[in-house]
């Protein structure tokens, strides 16, 4: 080692000794995963990873034939799943992802012809999107007639797999003499498989904290997935399609809801593991593409090696046992930036660089706007540095040889671009603005207008309460917690979605090469690429070809421009979560394990890194299974007998009937829509179109509906609202909403009062006066409310 790698050496000990020190103490002997790790169920937990891990490990390093390791690995696979409720619902949900690939490569197979030269992986990737899109453009038009139902989308999933299925073998029929649809790269079985003991002991790792997340994911019923993402049945599409507006007034049902549109036919089951496992799967696919990103520009070695860094990362494998869209959109991310990869030269041959991976990316951007909110920003500033490295690089190619070819392929963005469509103009027809959440302003600017009772003011909290000192304490404080210690203030949503000290090792071991990289000329720009210089002979497909070199020229510039992103939205919001890094912390993964392929040969420093990584990925084990989104200890309980599946529906059930609420609910239908007064999110377990008083009153909602009882009134008329659910207690709780249901049963509008058990059914009845004794007037109150309303903003 020279002088500089020493110290590099060196300081990277001493940040790994800091980090176990200061962690140790203040989260597993003074903070809070002390009391989780000794719970019971954690170490029952810890034993089964354990076991998981050797019978994995043993599997793939002692045996040497592919089929019996692939045989042996799965076996405990389905018998883990098997015993933890949630077979059934893996295998049903791939069977699903199967058809929208299926469905994706017939479309792709009519645009570029009976041909297509592209790598594995990209190839499938692509056939994703555009199944995706081709779904929700389906669920799009026949929701513009007005028809809609769980059913009726089940039989057109079904009748589309069918479809596909039959033209897919009759094209293969017709081309069995022609030239076959072959990959011409990329992963095969065999690059999936381990051929030695430290790949072995990668992979193993990385597919024990899959199951690790399999185990959980019954209980990981989290907030956010209670709230609206496993409600689709009643949020969504309550029978009459996704365009129905349901009454509902908070932010999170006017997000963009590709995920749940696409989860529709896996929805309205006994059980939530249909839709949770799509999250899932989508984890599995990001593991994979970020392997083989990392393994087509260093090796084999590193293809699991940034498969199992991933694994060790909480704040991306926490996601995957949740209905909400964030490792989707990261999915969809991902093959984004691996497409850009491509078209900066990472493919190796003539013909693979001659495909249009510019408008491939552009369809994969595109499908990022549908699924989360934060996607616009996170890939849009993505979308902007891989442009400029295309531009400046001059490898931005969207012409293709041949007119006919060229004219098919403008139809590639088409179906993205009407999903983006139909789904904006969803939220457009219910609130006035395409996009809502921080976004709304803007198209305020730009001439919308957010339809009362609407509003997304208080979004990213009050930016005038905090001076800017105080915004860059809070800053301080809030980078040390997530990179160091994430305990106190701020941490909550954090801790569970964490980097670790992991992420920190990493980005300062990337630091480092960037640093070396612009030193040695790596910055120089197009020059230095075109001539070559920074090709390393023996990488994968790199012989004699210099266009590798652009791609760390391209990450140079976009994971700094991510990381100011990133602490930008820690200085300006209110409340930080810690999945919104999830994009950064995969890119700063896959951009370290090139480190290697660019130096062109294995260091004595890389050798000693090795040593010091090896304890941080074990604590990001350790703290994985400390840690969950729903914050559930343990795994679902072991069963072996049983359907397959976790019976959530009953679990339901069971809780309402201690509740005493059994009559309240069978009193209701699927398409009643009710306000509940009562502890958020437990009380939306109610089997119809039911929003909760806080979903009115807290965050993401609009307090001013309940300033007074008029309002609340003429708020109950235009939603639609046919009922009112009180829970036992909670008038007692919250005064104000004591008052309010006092009010209404006191001037009769609200009438046909059931109670059981403490709790209170009644139906809403606007025919009475107003609070001034005049004659319910629904537009006179309304104009009155808007002026007080806008009054009380400033407009």
């Not at 002390?34 to 076991?51: C, G, K, S």
């Not at 007639?145 to 293969?172: M, Q, Y």
């Not at 941080?616 to 072991?638: D, E, I, K, Q």
Request: with cysteine; hydrophobic share 45%.
């Amino acid at each position: 080692m020279n002088r500089r790698e020493k110290w590099i050496l060196a300081l990277a000990g001493l940040l790994v000794l800091f980090l176990l020190t200061i962690q140790g103490i203040g989260l597993w002997i003074l903070g809070p995963f002390h009391q989780i790790i000794v719970d019971h169920a954690t170490a029952a937990m810890l034993v089964e990873t354990a076991a998981v891990l050797v019978w994995n490990f043993w599997w793939l390093s002692r045996v040497e034939q592919p089929g019996l390791q692939i045989t042996g690995c799965a076996a405990g696979l389905a018998v883990f799943s098997w015993c933890h409720r949630i077979l059934v619902p893996l295998a049903g949900t791939a069977l699903y992802v199967g058809v929208l690939l299926l469905a994706g490569r017939n479309v792709r197979k009519g645009i570029f012809g009976k041909s297509s030269l592209l790598p594995t992986a990209e190839r499938l990737g692509l056939d994703l999107i555009l199944g995706c899109a081709l779904w929700i453009v389906i669920v799009c038009l026949v929701s513009l007639t007005g028809h809609g139902g769980l059913w009726l989308w089940r039989t057109l999933a079904a009748l589309l797999g069918a479809v596909c299925g039959l033209a897919e073998l009759w094209a293969r029929g017709r081309e069995s003499s022609q030239i076959p649809d072959v990959p011409t790269g990329g992963p095969s079985g065999s690059c999936l498989l381990p051929e030695n003991r430290k790949q072995a002991l990668l992979a193993a790792f990385a597919l024990t904290m899959v199951m690790v997340q399999i185990g959980r994911l019954n209980l990981s019923l989290d907030y956010d997935s209670l709230h609206y993402g496993l409600r689709s049945a009643y949020v969504l599409d309550n029978g009459r399609g996704i365009f129905e507006d349901l009454g509902m007034v908070n932010l999170v049902y006017t997000y963009p809801k590709g995920l749940e549109v696409l989860a529709l036919p896996l929805n309205g089951t006994p059980t939530y593991g249909f839709v949770l496992s799509l999250s899932l799967l989508a984890t599995v696919g990001v593991m994979l593409l970020a392997g083989h990103i990392a393994g087509r520009r260093a090796g084999k070695t590193r293809r699991f090696w940034a498969m199992a860094m991933l694994g060790a990362v909480p704040g991306v494998m926490n996601m995957a046992a949740t209905a909400k869209s964030d490792n989707v959109t990261l999915l969809f991310q991902l093959l984004f930036f691996d497409f850009v990869c491509c078209a900066l030269g990472a493919a190796g041959e003539k013909q693979e660089r001659e495909q249009p991976w510019f408008l491939m990316g552009l369809c994969t951007y595109l499908m990022t706007l549908v699924l989360k909110p934060t996607a616009i920003v996170f890939s849009t500033i993505m979308a902007a540095v891989c442009l400029f490295c295309l531009a400046w690089c001059r490898r931005l190619r969207i012409t293709i040889k041949g007119r006919e070819k060229w004219t098919r392929l403008l139809f590639l963005p088409l179906l993205p671009a009407a999903a983006v469509a139909g789904l904006w103009y969803r939220t457009w027809k219910m609130t006035g603005v395409p996009v809502t959440s921080i976004f709304a302003g803007i198209f305020e600017r730009l001439g919308f207008t957010v339809r009362l009772p609407y509003t997304f003011t208080g979004v990213i909290g009050n930016p005038a309460s905090l001076s800017t000192g105080e915004k860059l304490t809070r800053l301080a404080r809030r980078i040390w917690g997530m990179a160091v210690l994430p305990l106190g203030e701020d941490m909550d949503h954090v801790i569970i979605a964490w980097g670790t000290g992991l992420v920190t090792l990493l980005a300062f071991l990337w630091a480092c090469w960037l640093a070396g990289f612009v030193r040695t000329g790596g910055m120089r720009g197009r020059r230095g690429f075109a001539a070559g210089k920074h090709a390393v002979p023996g990488a994968h497909g790199s012989a004699a070809r210099p266009w590798a070199s652009a791609q760390p020229f391209c990450e140079a510039l976009l994971l700094p421009v991510l990381g100011l992103a990133c602490i930008y939205s820690v200085y300006t919001l209110s409340q930080v979560d810690g999945n919104y890094f999830i994009l950064f912390y995969t890119l700063l993964i896959t951009g370290v394990s090139g480190i290697r392929q660019r130096h062109g040969r294995k260091t004595d420093l890389e050798r000693n890194l090795s040593g010091l990584l090896a304890p941080l990925a074990a604590a990001g084990l350790f703290a994985t299974c400390c840690t969950s989104w729903a914050g559930a200890v343990g795994f679902t309980p072991v069963s072996l007998i049983h359907p397959g599946w976790y019976d959530h529906r009953e679990a339901i059930q069971e809780r309402q009937a201690e509740a005493g609420i059994s009559e309240i609910v069978s009193a209701l239908t699927p398409r009643s829509r009710v306000v509940a007064f009562g502890e958020h999110p437990r009380v939306l377990d109610l089997p119809c179109s039911v929003q909760s008083y806080y979903d009115i009153t807290g965050s993401g909602g609009n307090v001013y509906l309940v300033k007074k009882l008029d309002y609340f009134k003429w708020y109950l008329d235009i939603s639609g609202t046919e009922y009112i659910f009180v829970e036992k207690g909670y008038g007692d709780r919250q005064s104000r909403a004591g008052e309010i249901i006092r009010y209404m049963i006191e001037d009769k509008s609200l009438t046909d009062l059931v109670y059981e058990d403490g709790n209170l059914l009644g139906r809403v009845h606007l025919g009475g006066p107003d609070s001034d004794g005049n004659p319910y007037d629904r537009q006179r109150i309304g104009r009155e409310f808007a002026e007080s309303f806008y009054q009380y903003m400033g407009k």
